[in-house]
């Protein structure tokens, strides 16, 4: 067995999400692959455009929704930029799933608070679906923070649970920074969900029972420290918080060496003892966020 | 272990019989420097080498790899694998390759790295250290394990370990050509090691090495070299286990393409950036701290992530010691 080598995935579907990011769901041309294939909520995949070249993104569909999955994708560099030319039917390949994803059988009948930035909603959008169709989580909280209007990622879904989010135990809250007329009626529509402001903003006037609460955060890097800072003022354990991280992934399974981070003491591979950490692991490996 | 004794008489009769284990490289001697090359006598050989500037992870992990072949839209794996003698090891570099082993044959294990290793003969060779080698303060001077044969220098031939069961077969094809040792051979074995064992002259203080150097993340000492660092990555391709690829895909026609690997190094500056713009390691300062916190990590399991073998040093274009650095960022703690 090749670990370099990817299978074929058709694209099934593109939907244009924003100016910038495509949500591309696809299946595998074998079925056999297709039905053994299945992922945690975190973990990523190596995509390869055959003669281009490969970069990781995480999946965002959740395990519970089978035979297909989803891969949002933001036109940043050179392979995006091929990925975004593809049409619908074409085929790429696929190789993974990589990474350990997030614990989410340990964090079963807990509440899930998930704090997002940005593209950051991409991988935590598995866990978003994982938790809602597996029900069994008690009270989901989603904190997202988003530029502009234009800007929210699965907008449709986003509204939606904001409409309808309490009857399923979710509660959304969106945080935007640039002001524009939809967002302002989002913000008198779903007052107090919606604000103008930072991600950490959201965190105003909310009771954490912290006792019985995870903390699942994925955003910019600068995010983070301001995240963490929040959940550890109201007191959540570092064990319970757990972010998903970014690095230059380039090979998915701790061989090239380019998302290695840590010192002499303690050094981690992002695409293999993560990308999910916990805030002791951020502790104990400098340079991890 | 089994221990033989080579006889002077017989050493050239025994290189010639390798070559019917594969294409035989050994140290060659070109310019002021050496390099393994492909070698047809035992004349072309330099058997007092003092290091090759490429270590022997050439063999394994090319400079430039074709990992797949594109062909009619399908990834063909590339499977050209050539039976080789590597002649003349030293022991740092057969510990430098068994650190490369634990990356590259930990699960999912390179099919590329395993078949090349496993079509290998690695025979070692003692050696006198110069005054770059350090290995003996690392305890990669002497090699316990990761080679087929090692010859150890005596007055009249090779004291002979087998360290494999490859190394077994070489040692049975070559019966006739091997002795028994004495008790005079093993004397001399202990003298030959003694006087290598007092001839080195740079020592790592490794006490502490990777807790010390985890305490000194601010030191004023990574500032001052990272003024003097070319940033050119020269230490990462001639280090013995530096292993950082980058991958390319490179179309050859219309039709056909290859997915090549290649050397990287952490010096780059596009080693940690990702697309969009945001760099992990956006200076040379956090560079040049970040390969020797890579160097020095340890590993309960395996020692340090360095051997030694000087090359970094003897090849570093602004004379940056590895050593010196480290000893001048402990003296800073203090």
Same mark, same amino acid.
């Given at each position: 067995?090749?670990?370099?080598?990817?299978?074929?995935?058709?694209?099934?579907?593109?939907?244009?999400?924003?100016?910038?990011?495509?949500?591309?769901?696809?299946?595998?041309?074998?079925?056999?692959?297709? $039905?053994?294939?299945?992922?945690?909520?975190?973990?990523?995949?190596?995509?390869?455009?055959?003669?281009?070249?490969?970069?990781?993104?995480?999946?965002?569909?959740?395990?519970?929704?089978?035979?297909?999955?989803?891969?949002?994708?933001?036109?940043?560099?050179?392979?995006?930029?091929?990925?975004?030319?593809?049409?619908?039917?074409?085929?790429?390949?696929?190789?993974?799933?990589?990474?350990?994803?997030?614990?989410?059988?340990?964090?079963?009948?807990?509440?899930?608070?998930?704090?997002?930035?940005?593209?950051?909603?991409?991988?935590?959008?598995?866990?978003?679906?994982?938790?809602?169709?597996?029900?069994?989580?008690?009270?989901?909280?989603?904190?997202y923070g988003t530029k502009s209007y234009e800007d929210?990622?699965?907008?449709?879904?986003?509204?939606?649970?904001?409409?309808?989010?309490?009857?399923?135990?979710?509660?959304?809250?969106?945080?935007?920074?640039?002001?524009?007329?939809?967002?302002?009626? %989002?913000?008198?529509?779903?007052?107090?969900?919606?604000?103008?402001?930072?991600?950490?903003?959201?965190?105003?006037?909310?009771?954490?029972?912290?006792?019985?609460?995870?903390?699942?955060?994925?955003?910019?890097?600068?995010?983070?420290?301001?995240?963490?800072?929040?959940?550890?003022?109201?007191?959540?354990?570092?064990g319970r918080i757990y972010m998903t991280l970014e690095?230059?992934?380039?090979?998915?399974?701790?061989?090239?060496?380019?998302?290695?981070?840590?010192?002499?003491?303690?050094?981690?591979?992002?695409?293999?003892?993560?990308?999910?950490?916990?805030?002791?692991?951020?502790?104990?490996?400098?340079?991890?966020? | 272990?089994?221990?033989? @004794?080579?006889?002077?008489?017989?050493? /050239?009769?025994?290189?010639?019989? %390798?070559?019917?284990?594969?294409?035989?490289?050994?140290?060659?001697?070109?310019?002021?420097?050496?390099?393994?090359?492909?070698?047809?006598?035992?004349?072309?050989?330099?058997?007092?080498?003092?290091?090759?500037?490429?270590?022997?992870?050439?063999?394994?992990?090319?400079?430039?790899?074709?990992?797949?072949?594109?062909?009619?839209?399908?990834?063909?794996?590339? $499977? /050209?694998?050539?039976?080789?003698?590597?002649?003349?090891?030293?022991?740092?570099?057969?510990?430098?390759?068994?650190?490369?082993?634990?990356?590259?044959?930990?699960?999912?294990?390179?099919?590329?790295? @395993?078949?090349?290793?496993?079509?290998?003969?690695?025979?070692?060779?003692?050696?006198?250290?110069?005054?770059?080698?350090?290995?003996?303060?690392?305890?990669?001077?002497?090699?316990?394990?990761?080679?087929?044969?090692?010859?150890?220098?005596?007055?009249?031939?090779?004291?002979?370990?087998?360290?494999?069961?490859?190394?077994?077969?070489?040692?049975?094809?070559?019966?006739? %050509?091997?002795?028994?040792?004495?008790?005079?051979?093993?004397?001399?074995?202990?003298?030959? /090691?003694?006087?290598?064992?007092?001839?080195?002259?740079?020592?790592?203080?490794?006490?502490?090495?990777?807790?010390?150097?985890?305490?000194?993340?601010?030191?004023?000492?990574? @500032?001052?070299?990272?003024?003097?660092?070319?940033?050119?990555?020269?230490?990462?391709?001639?280090?013995?286990?530096?292993?950082?690829?980058?991958?390319?895909?490179?179309?050859?026609?219309?039709?056909?393409?290859?997915?090549?690997?290649?050397?990287?190094?952490?010096?780059?500056?596009?080693?940690?950036?990702?697309?969009?713009?945001?760099?992990?390691?956006?200076?040379?300062?956090?560079?040049?701290?970040?390969?020797?916190?890579?160097?020095?990590?340890?590993?309960?399991?395996?020692?340090?992530?360095?051997?030694?073998?000087?090359?970094?040093?003897?090849?570093?274009?602004?004379?940056? /010691?590895?050593?010196?650095?480290?000893?001048?960022?402990?003296?800073?703690?203090?």
């Open positions: 067995m090749n670990p370099f080598q990817t299978y074929d995935a058709r694209i099934l579907e593109i939907k244009e999400l924003t100016p910038r990011e495509k949500l591309f769901t696809l299946r595998f041309v074998d079925p056999e692959i297709n $039905k053994e294939f299945t992922y945690k909520p975190g973990q990523f995949v190596i995509v390869d455009i055959r003669g281009f070249g490969e970069f990781p993104i995480s999946l965002c569909s959740s395990p519970t929704r089978t035979g297909y999955f989803q891969l949002c994708v933001r036109r940043v560099g050179r392979m995006t930029k091929y990925m975004h030319k593809l049409k619908e039917g074409d085929i790429i390949g696929i190789r993974g799933p990589y990474g350990n994803g997030f614990p989410m059988e340990e964090m079963e009948d807990s509440n899930l608070l998930l704090v997002a930035g940005g593209l950051g909603m991409a991988p935590l959008r598995s866990v978003l679906w994982y938790a809602l169709d597996s029900g069994k989580y008690k009270q989901i909280y989603l904190f929210i990622l699965f907008r449709d879904e986003i509204i939606h649970l904001l409409k309808h989010g309490e009857a399923m135990n979710c509660r959304v809250k969106l945080a935007y920074e640039v002001e524009s007329p939809s967002c302002i009626y %989002l913000e008198k529509g779903f007052a107090p969900k919606v604000c103008k402001g930072v991600v950490t903003d959201l965190f105003r006037g909310e009771e954490l029972d912290v006792e019985n609460t995870y903390a699942l955060i994925c955003g910019p890097p600068v995010m983070y420290k301001f995240v963490i800072k929040e959940l550890l003022d109201r007191k959540l354990t570092p690095r230059r992934m380039r090979c998915g399974i701790g061989k090239c060496g380019h998302c290695i981070v840590g010192t002499s003491t303690s050094i981690k591979y992002i695409c293999k003892d993560g990308p999910v950490f916990t805030y002791w692991e951020a502790l104990s490996t400098r340079g991890l966020i | 272990m089994r221990y033989v @004794k080579l006889p002077s008489e017989n050493f /050239e009769e025994f290189f010639n019989s %390798l070559k019917s284990w594969g294409t035989v490289y050994a140290p060659v001697k070109q310019g002021n420097i050496y390099s393994f090359k492909q070698v047809n006598t035992l004349g072309e050989v330099s058997l007092n080498y003092t290091r090759t500037m490429l270590p022997p992870k050439k063999f394994f992990v090319h400079p430039k790899d074709t990992l797949l072949k594109l062909k009619n839209g399908r990834w063909e794996e590339s $499977k /050209e694998v050539e039976k080789i003698v590597l002649f003349g090891v030293h022991s740092c570099d057969i510990h430098g390759l068994q650190i490369l082993d634990k990356v590259y044959l930990a699960e999912p294990i390179d099919p590329y790295y @395993k078949n090349r290793r496993e079509n290998a003969v690695i025979i070692g060779i003692s050696c006198m250290p110069d005054e770059y080698c350090f290995c003996k303060s690392l305890g990669t001077h002497f090699a316990m394990h990761g080679f087929d044969l090692f010859l150890h220098e005596l007055p009249d031939g090779w004291l002979v370990r087998v360290g494999s069961v490859k190394g077994h077969e070489i040692a049975w094809a070559n019966e006739s %050509l091997f002795e028994e040792v004495t008790e005079e051979d093993l004397k001399h074995f202990k003298e030959f /090691e003694d006087k290598r064992s007092a001839s080195f002259k740079k020592h790592l203080n490794k006490e502490g090495l990777a807790d010390m150097l985890d305490l000194a993340f601010d030191s004023p000492v990574w @500032k001052k070299y990272e003024r003097i660092c070319l940033g050119c990555g020269n230490c990462n391709m001639v280090c013995p286990t530096c292993r950082c690829y980058e991958v390319c895909d490179y179309w050859i026609n219309a039709y056909e393409s290859v997915r090549v690997r290649r050397y990287d190094s952490c010096f780059m500056e596009t080693h940690g950036l990702v697309a969009g713009g945001h760099n992990f390691r956006p200076t040379r300062l956090d560079r040049f701290r970040h390969r020797y916190y890579c160097k020095s990590y340890f590993d309960p399991s395996a020692g340090f992530n360095c051997v030694g073998c000087g090359r970094c040093d003897e090849f570093c274009p602004a004379k940056i /010691e590895h050593v010196k650095v480290l000893d001048e960022v402990r003296e800073e703690l203090k």
